[in-house]
């Protein structure tokens, strides 16, 4: 069993809608999830971290994460055609590692006009 | 501000060569890791290090592998004798500190070992 599990999709949206993407992990030791973007042939960049439990919000993102549940998601409202592009999920300790990430193995999506 | 860079972007080697992908970090970053994406898959942690140490190599391969990060100058990755399964995209990522939980990725280096 991978520790953390991404659908890789491909998810097809469109333009305007709300988009849900989600990550289970195993391991309870994971206390920092991220969310990075990458598109085709690019590297990844951040777009959302979350300590522990609870949700953020930044324009028209929000990151939420169930500890108990061991479950995180990312919503993305008014898709727009420029969100369309591979959405990995991280996740790291606290202690060790330093910023050794665990990733998901990204949601590919595609927002349509 | 530059951001994480990586040379080449693009590497082509036959099996049996040598491979060496450089990282120049962040300016004021200390804290440098390498990653390995395979087609279809996630990235997959190397090897972290900072100015020259080595503090977790446990993604690393045991063997072929190895990385440096010297006093001057950027990070080394080189694979020795490269075999086919080698190829892969190889992102480095730096950050500022331990603490700090914003890693910062450069755009890879794309392998093909043919």
């Known amino acids: 069993q991978k520790e953390v599990e991404q659908d890789p999709g491909p998810l097809s949206v469109p333009e305007g809608a709300i988009v849900s993407l989600n990550c289970t992990y195993s391991n309870s030791a994971f206390q920092y999830f991220m969310w990075y973007r990458q598109y085709s042939r690019k590297g990844p960049e951040l777009l959302m971290y979350?300590?522990?439990?609870g949700n953020k919000e930044d324009g028209r993102f929000t990151a939420q994460v169930d500890k108990s549940s061991k479950y995180i998601s990312l919503f993305i409202r008014d898709s727009q055609p420029s969100d369309s592009a591979t959405y990995l999920c991280?996740?790291?300790?606290?202690?060790?590692?330093?910023?050794?990430?665990?990733f998901g193995t990204g949601t590919q999506l595609k927002v349509e006009l | 501000n530059a951001g994480v860079m990586q040379n080449p972007r693009h590497l082509v080697r036959r099996r049996g060569q040598e491979a060496r992908l450089r990282c120049s970090p962040m300016?004021?970053?200390?804290?440098v890791y390498w990653y390995r994406q395979l087609p279809e898959e996630g990235l997959k942690f190397m090897v972290y290090?900072?100015?020259?140490?080595?503090?977790?190599e446990s993604g690393m391969p045991k063997e072929r592998f190895s990385a440096e990060f010297p006093k001057e100058g950027p990070s080394i990755l080189r694979i020795q004798q490269v075999v086919r399964g080698d190829s892969a995209a190889y992102f480095c990522a730096s950050s500022e500190g331990v603490a700090n939980t914003e890693a910062f990725f450069g755009q890879g280096t794309r392998l093909t070992v043919v």
């Open positions: 991280a996740m790291r300790s606290v202690t060790g590692g330093g910023n050794k990430l665990t």
């Open positions: 290090l900072q100015k020259e140490n080595i503090i977790d």
């Open positions: 979350t300590y522990s439990s």
């Open positions: 300016k004021g970053h200390s804290h």
